[in-house]
């Protein structure tokens, strides 16, 4: 079909065409020489390289077209042609500008070197070429980011001003607008289930009094696929096996001010657990493995408990050296029944065992003082659990900021890995004069040259100075952590203790002791230890014979002023905490026991319970809860009273903060603390760390404490605890521990000192 509209088409093509060809065709000849025009901005020199014909060359059409894409294809030219003058191949170029310079406006929820970041991310940036459509992707690029913080009603204007020499200077101004907050999350066809409780499994939420911190009442696409994924396992760890998120919409309103949320779900039956059985290479015995699985028939099923088990199993093969086990556990539905069974495929995979233990980043530290802390040794099976062991041993010795261990496979093999273990060292020594700060001492001036690990062989050794109004320490301690090679401990000390308790709330009195002993630990376990010390000790009292209370008097009657102490110390520890300064899980069980023996003047017995445990939720990796609980018991045997000078305290930081310092418990007649030969103790903490800050040694927490001291004619009764509670800070700042804690007595009685605010700050040796 010819009509007269398609024969007009076919002129006008054939019009431009014709038209074009001149401006294309070039009558081939030698190049004689090459002249550059219109460059501004760029060199010559530029189109030289770029250009495919040199002189000397023969052009002809085609290489013209070459050297007319190559030229474009640079991205400096916005127009590229390639004429003859002669024997002169004559190159003109039109440029595209550069940008001079970049400007962001109104910017305030980023900062403007954040902006400039993502820019350059889109291919804008000082000295680069400008493009109109780069321009247009940088736009939505900073739109993006508005978005992803919540300012979806963000505007972003921008400003292209022509400048000399073919630049120009770009200006965005941002209009950032109000952010956009959640206003409801609907969630429909749950019935087993609550729509509040479900609420709770979910990261997003509606504005409340926290989420100007979290900001979880800000939409973010990545964090409803998340909660999605949440509410998923929530009904599958609950049997609902044929659970199903239907559908989810997101809508915003005009005014881009609020955000509506609706997920529509089904629930389906409960289904419960069936057979379980075992298949493929069982290297373990089924009976071990079925103690591993974390369920039994007849349980409602829960996916995490089967992820759980999968873990547990894989992890049990992994300690005999089958460190790349396959487990894949094979459901069996029977959806008339309603049940799910379960087979276990195991695949061990080839047995591995590690070729070489390599250290690197210790400087200071020598290697066999790491060494000796690790479990897995060179040419042992593979054992994951042993790893795991030496990499928290080596972080409990505090020589390292960080401790990583790798296990790269050994080229060329299949049942081979190296372990590397790489450590940062930190400084273990410190030559310190301060002046420090607590509620209980007062001012502190305090000196102490100490070396936990000197010359790298990780014994320690410790000169300590601290001047106190209540405490005055002189000591020099020595300690071997490894005096035999199966890791018994030794340790000698000398110290010179003064205690003035006249600044405190308790009745006054004056102690000087000087004395020397010897400690020693034995290990049991790899988290059981056992130490034994001998202490000789000779300690003078000074009382005020008209203030002192009768009891101090008694003493002294007794057994005059000057005393000889005799003692044997004992202590009984379970520590499976991941580390001593800042423990985030684990448990600390700790039995102590202080006697005084002849031939010493003092017979007495000082007992003491300590449990603690840390947890931390794997959801919530950067919050930890602490519980802690400590029993005392002291008396005197063989006819003698107990020394007064050896009662428990309570009161302050380290027991009971909001009270004063050693001011709980029994007192004289003048309204001074005597101390008692009971003590209670209990802490609940919820540690986090400091928002903004990634730095470890500065952490907060939320605390209860509670507890109270009783003397010996006194009946221990729950209604003598007191309790407070409140908000704490600590730091291991460089010149030593600082703690505050604001809180408020929750149960007291009349006559208690409060003290709401209390802080330490320097080391109190």
Do not use: H
Request: include cysteine; charge should be neutral; aromatic fraction near 10%.
């Amino acid at each position: 079909m010819n009509t007269p509209r398609i024969r007009r088409l076919r002129l006008a093509v054939a019009c431009a065409l014709a038209a074009a060809l001149p401006a294309l065709a070039i009558q081939p000849f030698v190049v004689k020489d090459i002249r550059v025009e219109g460059v501004q901005r760029t060199e010559a020199g530029t189109v030289f390289t770029y250009l495919p014909v040199k002189v000397g060359e023969r052009i002809d059409d085609d290489k013209a077209a070459q050297a007319v894409k190559a030229l474009y294809a640079t991205g400096f030219y916005a127009d590229v042609r390639i004429e003859a003058d002669g024997d002169v191949l004559v190159v003109s170029v039109q440029e595209r500008p550069a940008i001079a310079s970049i400007d962001v406006e109104g910017a305030k929820e980023f900062t403007k070197d954040n902006l400039k970041d993502g820019l350059k991310q889109a291919g804008i940036a000082e000295a680069k070429i400008y493009d109109k459509s780069l321009l247009d992707r940088a736009e939505k690029e900073l739109k993006r980011q508005y978005t992803s913080r919540g300012f979806y009603s963000s505007k972003v204007r921008t400003t292209v001003t022509p400048l000399e020499r073919n630049r120009v200077a770009l200006r965005f101004d941002i209009e950032e607008g109000e952010i956009t907050r959640i206003a409801d999350i609907n969630i429909i066809g749950a019935k087993d289930f609550s729509e509040r409780q479900l609420l709770r499994e979910m990261q997003l939420t509606t504005p409340g009094w926290l989420t100007w911190i979290t900001k979880d009442d800000q939409y973010s696409k990545q964090k409803l696929t998340g909660d999605l994924e949440s509410l998923r396992s929530f009904y599958l760890n609950r049997g609902y096996l044929e659970s199903n998120i239907e559908s989810t919409q997101v809508s915003i309103t005009p005014d881009r001010e609020k955000i509506y949320i609706t997920i529509a779900l089904t629930e389906g039956p409960v289904y419960r657990l069936g057979e379980i059985k075992f298949s493929g290479d069982l290297i373990v015995p089924e009976r071990e493995l079925r103690e591993l699985v974390a369920m039994n028939p007849g349980d409602t099923f829960s996916r995490e408990r089967v992820i759980d088990s999968v873990k547990r199993i894989t992890d049990r093969l992994s300690n005999d050296g089958y460190s790349f086990a396959n487990v894949n556990p094979v459901p069996d539905v029977d959806r008339e029944k309603r049940v799910a069974g379960f087979t276990f495929f195991v695949d061990p995979g080839r047995r591995v065992y590690v070729r070489r233990v390599n250290i690197v980043g210790n400087a200071r530290t020598q290697d066999a003082v790491i060494r000796r802390e690790l479990r897995q040794l060179e040419g042992s099976w593979y054992s994951l659990e042993k790893i795991a062991r030496s990499k928290e041993r080596l972080q409990r010795l505090g020589y390292f900021a960080e401790v990583n261990v790798e296990t790269p496979p050994v080229a060329g093999t299949t049942d081979q890995v190296d372990v590397v273990v790489s450590v940062t060292e930190k400084n273990t020594g410190s030559l310190n004069f301060g002046v420090g700060y607590s509620q209980a001492d007062k001012l502190t001036v305090s000196a102490s040259v100490s070396q936990a690990n000197i010359f790298g062989s990780g014994n320690q050794l410790a000169f300590q100075v601290n001047s106190g109004s209540v405490n005055q320490v002189y000591a020099i301690t020595y300690v071997n952590p490894y005096w035999t090679v199966d890791g018994i401990a030794a340790g000698i000390d000398v110290f010179r203790r003064n205690v003035d308790t006249s600044s405190l709330s308790v009745s006054a009195y004056q102690t000087k002791s000087t004395g020397a002993g010897v400690n020693f630990g034995i290990p049991l376990t790899e988290y059981d230890t056992v130490r034994l010390g001998f202490t000789a000790e000779n300690t003078k009292l000074t009382l005020d014979p008209v203030l002192a209370p009768p009891r101090y008097l008694d003493f002294v009657n007794l057994f005059g002023e000057e005393t000889t102490t005799f003692r044997t110390n004992f202590a009984y520890a379970r520590d499976s905490r991941d580390s001593l300064t800042y423990p985030t899980r684990g448990w600390l069980t700790e039995v102590t026991l202080e006697v005084g023996m002849p031939p010493g003047d003092l017979k007495y017995y000082r007992a003491s319970l300590q449990q603690q445990y840390l947890w931390t939720p794997a959801r919530i990796g950067w919050l930890t809860f602490l519980m802690n609980a400590e029993f005392g018991y002291a008396d005197g045997y063989g006819g003698k009273p107990l020394p007064f000078f050896k009662n428990f305290y309570a009161g302050g930081v380290g027991s009971v903060r909001g009270f004063e310092a050693a001011s709980l418990g029994p007192r004289d007649l003048n309204g001074d603390v005597l101390g008692g030969n009971r003590r209670v103790i209990g802490n609940l903490e919820m540690l986090f760390p400091m928002p903004g800050m990634k730095d470890k040694s500065v952490r907060l927490s939320a605390f209860v404490d509670a507890g109270n001291v009783w003397g010996a004619e006194e009946k221990v009764a729950g209604s003598d605890i007191r309790a407070a509670a409140g908000i704490a800070m600590s730091w291991d700042s460089p010149v030593g521990p600082l703690k505050f804690s604001l809180s408020q007595a929750i149960k007291s009685q009349e006559g208690d000192k409060i003290e709401r605010f209390q802080f330490q700050l320097g080391r109190i040796f």
